[in-house]
C-alpha cells in the first residue's frame, strides 16, 4: 500500500476538548455525592456535563478511568503547603486543612465510595490515592521537619496517616451510616477538634524533647 493509501485508510477521531475535563470531572464528583457509587454511569455524567457519550469515551473509556481522574482531581485538592515552625502547628493547621475539605464535597464522596470500597479491592485503591495518600505524604513532611528540629514524634508518615484516616472512617461508620441526622453526609464533621487532639497527641506522644526518639 502506497503511503497516500495508508493515509486514507486512517480515521483519527476528532481531539478530545481538554477544556471540556473540569466539567466532565465535576459532573462525576457532583453525582458520586449527590447519588452514591452504584449509580454513577458514564450517561449520567454525560447528560450532567453536558456532553455526548462519545466525547466522554475518548478520554475516559470506562467507569473505572472516571474515577482514576476524579480521584486526581480530589488529591490536587488536598494541596496544602504548611510549616508553621512546630509539629504541634503543622498539625493543627493540616487537621483544618482536612477538615475544610471533608466538610464539602470531598466528605460527600467519600461517604459515597468507602462503602463499597470494602468489597472492591480497585475501588478501594482508588480511594487510598485520592485520600490517603495526600495525608501520608503531607504527614512525611511534618514528621521529617519535627526530626530535623530535635523534636521527638511517636509515629511514621504510614502509622500517623492510618491513624488520621482511621478517625475519619469511624465518623463515616458510625455517624453517615448510623446516627447521622437525615440532613445528609456531606454536614457531617469528619475530622472535628476533639479528634484533632487526640492524633496530635498520638503522633506526638505529648512530645517534649525528653521522650523517646522515634527510630528512623
Known amino acids: 500500500m502506497t503511503g497516500a493509501g495508508k493515509l486514507e485508510g486512517r480515521r483519527p477521531g476528532r481531539p478530545t476538548d ?54 486526581e482531581k480530589i488529591a490536587d485538592a488536598e494541596t496544602a503547603h504548611i510549616d508553621t515552625g512546630t509539629t504541634e502547628g503543622d498539625l493543627r493547621e493540616l487537621f483544618a486543612h482536612k477538615r475544610r475539605v471533608l466538610s464539602g464535597q470531598t466528605g460527600a464522596v467519600l461517604v459515597a465510595l ?11 485503591g482508588i480511594v487510598r490515592k485520592s485520600l490517603f495518600d495526600p495525608v501520608m505524604e503531607h504527614l512525611g513532611g511534618i514528621l521529617e521537619r519535627a526530626r530535623s528540629r530535635g523534636e521527638q514524634v511517636a509515629a511514621d508518615a504510614s502509622s500517623a496517616a492510618r491513624l488520621v484516616m482511621g478517625a475519619v472512617l469511624a465518623r463515616i461508620a ?25 492524633l496530635i ?9 525528653n521522650g523517646p526518639q522515634l527510630a528512623d
Open 18 to 71: 481538554a477544556g471540556l475535563s473540569p466539567a466532565i470531572l465535576n459532573a462525576v464528583l457532583a453525582l458520586l455525592a449527590e447519588n452514591g457509587y452504584g449509580r454513577l454511569t458514564t450517561a449520567a455524567v454525560a447528560a450532567r456535563a453536558g456532553v455526548s457519550t462519545a466525547t466522554l469515551y475518548r478520554r475516559w473509556p470506562s467507569k473505572r478511568d472516571l474515577l482514576l481522574a476524579a480521584a
Open 114 to 124: 468507602v462503602g463499597e470500597s470494602t468489597h472492591d479491592l480497585e475501588l478501594a
Open 174 to 198: 458510625f455517624d453517615a451510616f448510623g446516627d447521622a441526622p437525615a440532613s445528609g453526609a456531606s454536614e457531617l464533621d469528619l475530622l472535628p477538634e476533639s479528634d484533632a487532639d487526640l
Open 201 to 209: 497527641r498520638a503522633i506526638t506522644a505529648g512530645a517534649g524533647r
